[in-house]
Each structure stands twice: as C-alpha cells, then as structure tokens.
C-alpha cells in the first residue's frame, strides 16, 4: 500500500495485536474442552499478522514472523504428523492419542497428550497458510 | 526390520543438515549404517533357515484393514543384502566420485530415500505399504537422474521415467486393489495363499496383466525399455545402484514375489517367456553398437533384466538359476557400472572407442577392470559361470529350443559387453589424461567383483541363500541340492564355451558393429527426427502418447478450466442440485413425511433472519463493491450469531474468523479487482437467481428432511458419551478434529497447505506470464 498508514490506524495495532496473539494462544490450548482449538486459533494468530500488515508494512509483518510462512506450512504438518507416530512406538495404531498426567504442586494435576501436538501442528499450519496467501496478496 | 527402516528414515531426515557440516564426509557415514543393517540382514539367515520368514507388524490404519507388516523371507533377505550391501559400497564410492560437489545434500536425501524406500518395497507384506515404497523408489530415481538439472536432456530423461515407471504404478495400484477386493484382505501372504484353482478366474486374469505391466515398466521389458538408458544421465553411483543393481529389480521382485500364486495361471508361462525373450534379444541387439559406456551397459542390464524374467516364467525349474543369476548380475553389474564411473572419472572420458592403453598409464584402474570382466563374463570360477551353468542346464532339459536359442543370444550379448570392457586396457588411442580419485573409487568395485568371484569358490555360503530364494519362489518347495561349480562335460559347458566365444568374436570385431550402429542411428539418443532404425523406436510411441496426453488436457481445460469463476460456480451449484435431487429421489426420501418441528421463535432469531435475508439482498443488488463487501460481513456475522444461539460456539467462532480474514483478504486484493460494472444481462441474472433459490431449497429442504430420519442412535450421541472418556476432551468438536478423526484433519490441512502454494504460485509466477 503506497500512501502513509494512519497514526491512530499504527497505535491500536501495537496494543491489540499482541492481544490477538495471546488470545489465539488461549484458543488453541483451551481447546480441547472448551470452545477453541487450533483452527480457530490459527486464524486468530494470522489477523494479528494481517493488522501489522495494514498498520505498518508487509516487511514488518515478515520480520515479525521471523520464518517464510510457507515455512509454518510444512512445519506445522509435520508436527501434527509426527505427533501420529507417537502411538507407534506403544503398538498402537496411527494418530491415537498417547496421554500422561503431569502432578503439579497442590491438588491440581495437568493432563498432556500427543492431540494437543495435532493442534499445535493444525494451528501452525493455519497460520502459515493464512499468511502465505495474505502476504502474497499485499506483495506489490 | 522396522528398526532398519527407522534407522534409514532418520538418516534421510538428517542427511540436508548433516551434510552441510561433514560435506563428502557424510559418505562414511552413511557406508556405515548401510554397512550396519547389511551385517543384521545376514545374521538374520540363520533364522530363517531354522525357523522360517520372520513377521513384524504395526496397526497402522487397523480401521482401513491396512497394517505395517514387514515380512523377511528367502527373497526379501537376499534383496536387503543386495541393497543394504551395494548401498554400503556405492556411499564410499560417491565420496570419491562426486567430491565436494554443490549439490551434494539434495543427493544424499535422494539416494538415502531410495535405499528407504527400496528396503520396504522388498520387506512389506501389506500390498498399501508395497505400494507407497514402490512410488516412493520412482520419485527417488527421478530426483537422482535429473541431479543435473541444467542439461535438458537430464530434465527430460528423468520425466520420461517417472512418467513411465508411474504409469505402470497405477496399473499395479489398480491390479493390487482389484487383487485385495477379490480375495479379502490387504496381507500380501494372505493373498498368495488363496485357493489356486481360482486363478483362471476373469478378475484373477485382470490383476494378473495389470501387475504385469507394472513389473514390466519398472524393469524396462520391452516395449518399455527405453526409459532405462535415458537414465543414464544420472550421476554413475545412481546407475549401478538404482538403475542396474536394485530398483530396475523391483518389477522382478515383484513376479518372483507373487509366482507361488500366479505362476498356476495359463498366461503365466507364455507371456512371462516372451516378454523376456524378446526383451533379452532386443537388450542384446542394442547393447553390442553402443559406444558410450554406460548406454552399452544399460542395454545389457536390459537383457539381463529380460533374462530374469524369462527365467521367472519357466517356473519351478528355473527357480534354482533365477535366484543364482539375480545375485551374479546384482554383484558383477554394479561393479561393471562403478568402474565404468572409475574410468570416466580417471581419463575423463565415456566413448568406449576413445579410451586406450589404461593397462600402461593406470595399473591399478587396469587390474580391477581385469577382475570385473572376469565376473561380468562368467568365466569360472565366478558366481556368473556357476548362474549361466544352471540356466543353460535348465533351458536344456525343460525348455522349448527356441526359448534356449532366445537365452543363448541374450547372454551372448551380455557377454559381449563384459569382453569389450577389456578394449580400453589394450586398444589404441591417445594416451589418457589420468586423474587419480579416491581409493573408494577403485575399492568399491573391486569389493563387488571380488564377492562375485568368492561366491564360486565359496558355494556353501551361497547354496542356503538359494534355496531360501528359491523356497519363496516356489512357495514352499525346496529344490536346490548343493550347487558345484564343475558340473562335468554336458551340453551346458559346451554353450558355456560356445557364448564366450562368440562375445569374444563379436568385442573383437566391435568398431565393425558400432560403425553399423552409427548408421541404424542406434547409438546416440532418440533425436527431434529419428532417422535410421531410431524410426522404429519404441519412445516414438512414448512421445506421441505424451503428445496425445497435452492435446487431450488442452482440449479439457479448453472446456472445464475456462477462467470464468462465474461459470464455474454455476456448474458446480447446478451438478450438485441435480445429483442431490436425484439420489434423494432414487433413495425414496421425497416421498417421507416430514414432521415440521415447531420451535418457539422469538425476537432475536427474527431480528437475525431478517437481517441475513436484507444483507443477502443488498449484496446482490449493491451498485458499488464496499457496499456488497459490507454486507456480505453483516451476512456472515448474522449467520455466525445464529449457530452460537443454537449450540455451536465452535462454528460460530470459525464463521466469525473466516469472515474476518476474507475481508482482510479483499482489502488486500481492492486496488487490483477491476472497475465494479454490471456485466451479465437481465436474462443472465434472472438465470443465476433461478439457480441460486433453486440451490436455497434443496438445501432448506434437505435441512427438513434429517428431521424426518429417526435413526436407531444418533452419531451425536456417541460422540457426546465417548469425548471424555475416550479422548479426554469436553469440546466434542475439536475431540473428533484432533482425535477421533485426525487422519481426515491431517488430510484436511495438507489442503490447505498446498491450496496456499498454489495462490503463492498464482499470484508469484502467474504474473511474470501475462506480461510477457
């Protein structure tokens, strides 16, 4: 976009970005047992891009990503594939979910399991193709 | 097993990063672990001797009916040697042969895929596991013949295998199926342990010629031959290995792997002999002109592959010479091909005329060749010999003369290509440049011509490996008494003798046969306009097929890809309509009593329809394009409202977020979308909302409909019971996204992934062209 984004435009963008950031990671980690997961959370992560896209520059937004998104594409796949194999090594069929309970102090216990990988890698993947698509609109 | 394969596969994983650090030292390393599982591969023998084929299995989609079962027997052991084995040599020998070349990460991930890929072809006893190892070896030869990728004819070469070898693939993927479908199961020795007096039956005759010619196209029978000296341009490593040792054995491992069963059909005979006699002659016919090295090998490789499968159709007899030859050729073939590469590598050169006097400027280079035409000839008391001799004594007693003439002649040429490797110690010509390499070079053939030859001398060794190939071949029967390398005067020594001669007769006379080679144009590539006996090639038939296949897509995309989304849409809305229609209509569910639920409505979902069915209007109506963007969101979020309203967060969540990032999208997209005109007529749009309400109530309809199907349990119901239990999960969304049904997601965002290479791709690449 050739002319100057506005002042107030590149204001909320610094305070509600990070806000969309953590909030999509809140989606994607409440997922499993309340509204959420990793799609929409995601989707969530790649508007955050796509505001610092419009509030500043498409190289911004890239440098802020650190990584091409089509990066994020094949990474996110492979983690949620990789999470598959898990349940291999147990002699269990592919993509079952392996659980485990991590004690915490207190009365309080967390359960963790190869589905929460799946959706990290749905969530990483979501985003990457998101942006792989935004970026390559706003590329001019 | 799978150790072995998760070993490879880690590697392949490791190779683009390791190699960056160790550059060609990544070599050893991988010659190591080569090394590694060939050692296991061995110790497994006695085993098998003792206890018979061992079995290893995962569930791997046990809801599909296909597993990871990895099956070792006589057959698949010998073959894991051979790749396991020659794969240790080969990665010495490319430290020495492409040095530190700059692309050497993308060749080891290539060759160390195919080593992955080429293990669990041989060891799957799950025809879908078989499968994806088999396609897998295709794309790996396909990245390693097209290594240079600057020379067209690189390009070119490797297409042409891919598109042949995976042409056949889908003929076996097809033969495989119908196979599975038939007898019930997807375990390879399920299937080969069906009942044999069905094998006449029609689909049993359909899965039969359509593994035919998938085997056939992998070990370039003919008349797909041809792709087999085109990949040639691959770097030598990868010829000795794929193109002569392993991969172009796929296609026979396969016929030998499914003989216990089909070897009863009546084809089995006729058409495996005459494929391979005729692919053995035609091998051998063209292989004497050559003048490049390695086509004058390829071309021999050909024969012998011709030859094996000749052999394989003889049946029970010729089991004991098929598995003898299949190890001979593997060892004394490979060798053949890596000293090819040593000498291209020491002088700089590949025409088999321009090579002269080795034996005085490279003793060493001159002394391994020496050895390697010793075992490739068959001259005793080499593995060669002792293969030839059961062969010829097989054909003798059980085979029509015209199939022995047919064998006699395919080895001749063979041998003739053995005999003509002694031309460069001898021959006149320039004295060569010697450019001395590493020791790998020379000690990796050296170490396969050396196994040949200890394999004759130390037949004790090789006699329970034959058997046990045989075994599997035969489907049990163990035929093989002891082997010996003197078989005492027969009517096999005396063609033994015979065919050494005539090769050396013919590799004496050779510039003769290469002259009149040059004047068929037999020994160059196919060109633009063949000329001489090049008219009658069979890759004229590939390229008119290609050419065939290019009119046809244009002619399609012609009519279905026509560029108007427009038209596309309506298409697609239309097809849908009338196919959903249809079968409603052939299940009977038209003629339901559909009992209306009356659900209380109140203000809000009035106050929502209301506002979905206006913006659905002002969309359509909008004279100007912000005005129908504006109102498609408050469309969107108005739907998005309803479905929270009615219990579907998670929906409503996604809607919302989809809406969101398509406006994004379209603000992106704004300046670059033309002037917002009214382009269709009246007529047109009248047409369009036509199909548009028509679409409107089939769904609302089918939407009614669920209403009236009372299903004994509801999929909603175990869904809501199983997600905590079973999947620890309270969102019974995400449980099936992530849990019940993640192969779909995995599916699903595959899609998507490469659904956002393909806009990358538009909208990088799609530009450049229309400027031009």
Not at chain 2, 325 to 333: G, Q
Not at chain 2, 734 to 748: K, P
Request: proline share 4%; with cysteine; net charge neutral.
């Amino acid at each position: 976009m050739s002319t100057l984004p506005s002042l107030i435009l590149r204001t909320a963008v610094r305070w509600i970005a990070p806000l969309l950031l953590l909030f999509s990671l809140f989606l994607l980690l409440r997922g499993h047992n309340e509204p959420g997961g990793g799609f929409s959370g995601g989707l969530i992560a790649a508007t955050g891009f796509a505001l610092f896209t419009f509030g500043y520059s498409l190289e911004t937004a890239r440098r802020l990503l650190r990584v091409p998104p089509s990066t994020l594409v094949a990474v996110g796949i492979g983690v949620a594939f990789a999470s598959g194999l898990v349940s291999l090594v147990r002699g269990e069929p592919l993509l079952t979910g392996v659980w485990f309970t991590l004690p915490l102090p207190g009365e309080t216990s967390l359960e963790l399991g190869t589905p929460l990988l799946f959706d990290v890698g749905v969530y990483l993947t979501v985003i990457g193709a998101a942006l792989t698509m935004l970026f390559a609109f706003a590329e001019e | 097993m799978l150790v072995s394969l998760a070993a490879l596969t880690l590697l392949t994983i490791a190779a683009p990063l390791a190699v960056s650090r160790l550059r060609q030292r990544f070599g050893y390393v991988a010659a190591l672990v080569s090394l590694a599982l060939f050692g296991w591969f061995a110790a497994q023998f006695p085993t098998l001797l003792r206890d018979g084929p061992t079995v290893e299995t995962i569930a791997w989609l046990p809801s599909l009916g296909s597993s990871l079962t990895l099956r070792l027997d006589g057959l698949s052991g010998l073959f894991a040697l051979l790749i396991t084995g020659i794969g240790a040599l080969v990665a010495l020998y490319t430290v020495g042969y492409l040095e530190d070349h700059p692309r050497l990460a993308r060749f080891w991930t290539a060759l160390l895929l195919f080593e992955l890929a080429m293990l669990g072809l041989v060891l799957a006893d799950d025809i879908l596991v078989l499968f994806v190892f088999w396609e897998l070896t295709g794309v790996a030869s396909f990245f390693l013949i097209g290594f240079s990728p600057e020379r067209p004819r690189a390009r070119a070469s490797a297409q042409q295998a891919l598109v042949v070898t995976g042409a056949g693939g889908l003929a076996l993927l097809a033969g495989l199926l119908l196979w599975a479908r038939e007898v019930g199961s997807f375990r390879l020795s399920d299937l080969l342990a069906a009942d044999h007096l069905l094998v006449d039956s029609p689909v049993l005759t359909a899965v039969f010629v359509l593994l035919l010619v998938g085997a056939a196209t992998k070990s370039a029978q003919f008349p797909f031959h041809f792709w087999l000296p085109n990949a040639m341009e691959a770097p030598t490593p990868v010829s000795a290995y794929l193109h002569s040792a392993t991969m172009v054995k796929a296609g026979v491992y396969l016929l030998a792997r499914v003989s216990p069963f089909f070897a009863a059909h009546s084809w089995w005979e006729p058409a495996l002999v005459l494929l391979g006699a005729v692919t053995a002659l035609v091998g051998a016919f063209l292989a004497v002109p050559q003048r490049d090295l390695k086509r004058l090998l390829a071309y021999s490789t050909v024969s012998a592959l011709g030859t094996l499968v000749l052999l394989l159709g003889l049946g029970v007899d010729a089991s004991k010479p098929f598995a003898l030859f299949l190890l001979a050729h593997a060892l004394y073939k490979g060798a053949a091909f890596l000293l090819a590469g040593a000498i291209e590598h020491t002088t700089g050169e590949r025409a088999l005329d321009r090579i002269g006097q080795l034996g005085k400027h490279a003793p060493s280079l001159a002394v391994s060749t020496l050895l390697v035409v010793l075992a490739a000839a068959g001259l005793p008391p080499t593995l060669g010999f002792v293969a030839k001799e059961a062969m010829l004594e097989t054909a003798s007693e059980h085979a029509a003369p015209l199939v022995t003439g047919a064998l006699v002649l395919g080895l001749i040429g063979q041998t003739t290509v053995a005999w003509l490797l002694v031309r460069p110690l001898v021959q006149r010509a320039p004295a060569p440049h010697v450019h001395h390499g590493h020791w790998g070079l020379l000690a990796s053939p050296v170490v396969l011509a050396t196994a040949a030859l200890a394999g004759g001398l130390a037949l004790s060794l090789v006699t329970p490996i034959v058997s046990l190939v045989t075994e599997a071949v035969t489907g049990g029967l163990k035929t093989v008494s002891a082997l010996a390398l003197w078989h005492g005067f027969n009517v096999a020594l005396a063609l033994s003798a015979v065919i050494l001669l005539a090769a050396a007769l013919l590799a004496f006379g050779w510039r003769r046969w290469a002259q009149l080679g040059d004047r068929l144009a037999l020994t160059e590539p196919l060109g633009e306009r063949p000329t001489g006996l090049g008219r009658f090639a069979c890759e004229r038939g590939y390229r008119a097929g290609l050419d065939a296949l290019a009119w046809f897509a244009n002619a399609q995309t012609r009519i279905l890809q026509n560029g108007y989304l427009r038209v596309y849409i309506t298409v697609i809305i239309a097809t849908t309509v009338v196919l959903v229609a249809a079968s409603a209509a052939a299940a009977g569910l038209l003629s339901l009593e559909t009992q209306i639920v009356r659900t209380p409505i109140d203000l809000l979902d009035t106050v929502l329809v209301i506002t979905i069915v206006a913006s659905s209007l002002v969309a359509v109506r909008a004279s100007e394009r912000l005005a129908a963007l504006a109102a498609l969101g408050i469309l969107g979020f108005s739907l998005a409202l309803l479905y929270a309203r009615y219990g579907a967060p998670d929906l409503a969540i996604t809607q919302v977020l989809v809406d969101t990032l398509t406006v994004v999208l379209l603000v992106f997209a704004f300046y670059r979308l033309p002037r917002y005109a009214r382009l269709s007529s009246t007529a047109t749009r009248l047409r369009d909302a036509g199909i548009a309400l028509v679409f409107g109530l089939m769904m609302s309809g089918f939407t009614l409909l669920v209403f009236a199907i009372e299903p004994a349990t509801r999929i909603s119901t175990f869904f809501n019971e199983a997600a905590y239990p079973a999947a620890h999960g309270r969102n019974v969304v995400n449980t099936i996204l992530v849990d019940f049904r993640a192969l779909d997601t995995l599916g699903e965002i595959t899609v998507l992934g490469l659904a956002a290479i393909g806009v990358l791709t538009l909208l990088r690449y799609g530009r450049g062209e229309r400027t031009s």
